[in-house]
């Protein structure tokens, strides 16, 4: 069985990562050659990860180790983590090449970009199926480094210059906090394969004593790589880069700070102060994230801002021990957010015809009650119904406030839309039946993915009721925000919320100033 995987498995990334030698020269005059053979190689790499996650379904499902050298530092380590995640960036990176031939057809450099798209496919996909230190902390630098060679696909583009720049500075120190926290993984623990990492953790987890640095690092990596306050800047600043590159950033590369979390989770819940914090910094992002993009009148820009809010929201989940409610919702929302930015051109259109069928309707702003009752009578029944509580299941109480925040949404819609009684109790059914996938989708995933998670998860009562009060509360602020009742920009509070959100509350300005200072400004010195 091992065999049969490695061999299915091994030699995608190494096949696209060959793409770097290369000349681009070379692939520019063969562009439709070049990418009609990016897309073969992509759809068969899926085939293969297909086919070797059902033998590996169908056997003992114990993790598949296969190593290029005996020091085991180049290879593979196919479990339930890295399988679900090596799905999900084979069937993105194959559909976005598909989309990619005809989005850049007749573009002189396309041959390039089917280059560097390969290449950083090919990275990330090292990247999720590292069997240990070594080859994560490489495929994590040659990630960034590929992004950047298809951020400045468009040189004469100032704005996007200027984002891969500022991008490329904050990668760098996060790849600096990798290594030093690797570095110093290894120098405890005596091992860099992830197999004798999680032994060792188990045996002498408490070892870390004086070294809680490391997990630190990992943490403060994690977050400069997923673009979490205050080092997103440089994301909505990249619309300018092609629609592709776009779409591969925002589904799998944007995610790699939430799949280093859950990988290394087994060290890091030996420091639930660290865990503590990105659950903070998670939440916060997500709100600020969530409240400009409510204000973006750009689409592109709009799908940025939810991306950084999203990213926030699953390290809330990483922070709280819910890893494989994370993994949940970085599959999901891969495959959401790659469909948004592919079809963003028809964004405008089915905007128009969807507001051309609603007809909203004024209604009391104290109505918002009865649609946060219903949002949390579902939620409270499904938890009894599934047996979870923050008793049992550390960060229920945020994760199920999340839930209820989509619910409120639906019905609070519906009800601005004149819907009362049968046609809001549909609503109302429909948004409970995807509540209910939902928990039915997340037991899944705590069943699928045990094995490959820490057991023991420490609990933080006081920090997710906050937490929980603190997304209440943006709840019902940005519910007042966008409901858009005649006379909303009359509202003083409100005129001024919307001003400073549409800004970014002037962070990017601020980030601006300090990239100029830096001489990273494109044209400036």
Request: glycine share 8%; aromatic share 10%.
């Amino acid at each position: 069985m091992e065999i049969t995987i490695s061999s299915l498995i091994l030699w995608i990334a190494p096949v696209s990562l060959l793409w770097a030698l290369i000349p681009s020269k070379w692939l520019n005059a063969r562009a439709l050659t070049a990418g009609q053979l990016a897309e073969g190689i992509a759809w068969a790499g899926f085939a293969s990860t297909v086919l070797a996650a059902g033998i590996w379904a169908l056997s003992s499902s114990t993790p598949v180790v296969a190593t290029l050298t005996d020091a085991s530092w180049i290879g593979i380590r196919f479990d339930a983590l890295s399988a679900a995640i090596l799905l999900l960036v084979a069937f993105l990176g194959a559909v976005i090449l598909r989309f990619s031939k005809n989005y850049l057809a007749g573009d002189a450099r396309q041959g390039h970009f089917f280059k560097w798209m390969c290449v950083t496919l090919g990275a990330v996909m090292a990247l999720v199926v590292a069997p240990g230190l070594v080859q994560f902390g490489l495929a994590w630098v040659a990630t960034s480094l590929g992004l950047h060679k298809l951020l400045v696909y468009f040189p004469d583009r100032v704005g996007t210059l200027l984002s891969a720049r500022k991008k490329s500075l904050v990668s760098r120190v996060g790849d600096l906090c990798l290594i030093g926290a690797f570095s110093g993984v290894y120098a405890i623990y005596g091992v860099q394969d992830f197999g004798g990492l999680f032994v060792a953790t188990q045996e002498v987890g408490g070892s870390l004593g004086n070294y809680s640095w490391i997990c630190w690092l990992i943490i403060l990596g994690a977050l400069l790589k997923s673009a979490q306050f205050p080092f997103h800047t440089w994301l909505p600043d990249t619309m300018g880069a092609p629609t592709p590159v776009s779409a591969l950033m925002h589904a799998g590369i944007i995610n790699g700070g939430g799949y280093l979390v859950v990988r290394l989770s087994p060290v890091l819940v030996h420091t639930p102060e660290a865990l503590h914090f990105l659950a903070a910094a998670g939440a916060l992002t997500a709100v600020y994230g969530s409240m400009v993009m409510l204000s973006q009148t750009s689409v592109k820009r709009a799908l940025a801002y939810s991306t950084i809010a999203q990213m926030g929201f699953m390290l809330l989940q990483c922070g709280l021990g819910a890893f494989h409610l994370a993994v949940l919702h970085l599959v999901a929302h891969s495959l959401y957010k790659g469909h948004a930015f592919l079809s963003s051109g028809s964004a405008v259109d089915t905007a128009k015809k969807l507001n051309a069928k609603a007809n909203y309707v004024t209604l009391p702003q104290n109505r918002i009650w009865f649609a946060v009752a219903v949002a949390v009578s579902i939620v409270v029944a499904l938890s009894i119904a599934f047996g979870v509580s923050p008793s049992n299941k550390p960060g229920m109480l945020v994760l199920s406030m999340v839930v209820a925040m989509a619910i409120t949404q639906m019905v609070w819609t519906s009800m601005r839309r004149g819907h009362t009684g049968l046609s809001l109790a549909q609503t109302a059914f429909v948004a409970g039946g995807l509540a209910a996938l939902y928990f039915v989708l997340a037991a899944l995933a705590g069943q699928v993915l045990a094995p490959s998670l820490p057991a023991q998860v420490p609990p933080a009562p006081i920090l997710e009721s906050v937490l929980a009060l603190i997304l209440l509360a943006f709840l019902i602020t940005s519910i007042r925000f966008q409901d858009g009742e005649p006379g909303f920009l009359s509202v003083a509070y409100k005129r001024r919320l919307y001003v400073h959100a549409l800004n970014g509350f002037y962070m990017n300005t601020l980030a601006n100033r300090v990239a100029r200072r830096l001489g990273l400004v494109p044209g400036k010195r």
